[in-house]
């Protein structure tokens, strides 16, 4: 059950897009079309903002996408706004055991 | 509206236990695994454990394998977390989290708060 890797940081400008990448194995994010993505403001609790590797929860918007290549996944944010600036962590399905595992997470700053 | 409320957390010396509760509401309890995630101060998150709708399937992160017990009680829709063997690695906020069918979680808890110090 070893974390996912992201990067520590990640930023942009207003308007902007940025990826952060989320790199597992073919025993967790290789393996299953189990990916999510969570967006965590200080002090609030996690919320989720892509399943399933690339779909959105309602009230989500369209300027958070999800994609998934072999073992590692990504959260793109396009049109990057003041209000998207916080931590950004990704999880994945681990299979056996049915357990689940997160990444380190990413904290995103918007220029 | 869906609402999960943690209660139980506090102060604890190493080597001590703690209970901690999550009271749910809004939805159809039986119908959800459910699950506990951490995080501690500063850090990121971590699953702890989950249990199926009916109580027959439970499951640990390596960290609290047989340290911690997972439970439910389906007819006061509330989940539980028994730790025991508490050491300081394990102070966090302890979430109560809903599982989908995707293994992702679309509702949490605001937290309890668990320190382990002596």
């Known amino acids: 059950q070893s974390a996912l890797t992201q990067p520590p940081s990640a930023s942009g400008s207003p308007g902007q897009s940025v990826t952060i990448s989320c790199t597992g194995t073919?025993?967790?994010?290789?393996?299953?079309?189990?990916v999510s993505w969570y967006q965590q403001f200080p002090g609030k609790a996690p919320k989720l903002m892509i399943y399933e590797v690339s779909k959105r929860p309602s009230g989500v918007p369209d300027r958070f996408s999800g994609s998934k290549s072999g073992n590692t996944a990504s959260l793109t944010v396009s049109g990057l706004q003041a209000e998207d600036e916080a931590d950004y962590y990704c999880?994945?399905?681990?299979?056996?055991?049915?357990?689940?595992?997160f990444g380190g997470g990413t904290k995103l700053t918007v220029l | 509206e869906v609402h999960l409320v943690e209660s139980g957390g506090g102060w604890v010396q190493p080597g001590g236990s703690l209970r901690l509760s999550c009271a749910a509401s809004g939805f159809t309890f039986t119908g959800y695994w459910m699950s506990w995630v951490r995080q501690a101060p500063g850090k990121g998150l971590e699953w702890v454990a989950n249990i199926k709708q009916d109580g027959t399937e439970k499951y640990y992160g390596d960290s609290v394998k047989g340290r911690f017990t997972i439970s439910r009680d389906n007819a006061k829709k509330s989940l539980y977390l028994q730790m025991d063997s508490l050491s300081a690695e394990d102070s966090a906020l302890y979430y109560c989290a809903r599982d989908t069918s995707s293994w992702d979680f679309d509702y949490w808890g605001q937290g309890s708060l668990v320190t382990v110090s002596s």
């Open positions: 999880s994945s399905y681990g299979g056996s055991n049915h357990y689940v595992v």
């Open positions: 073919s025993s967790d994010v290789g393996g299953y079309e189990f």
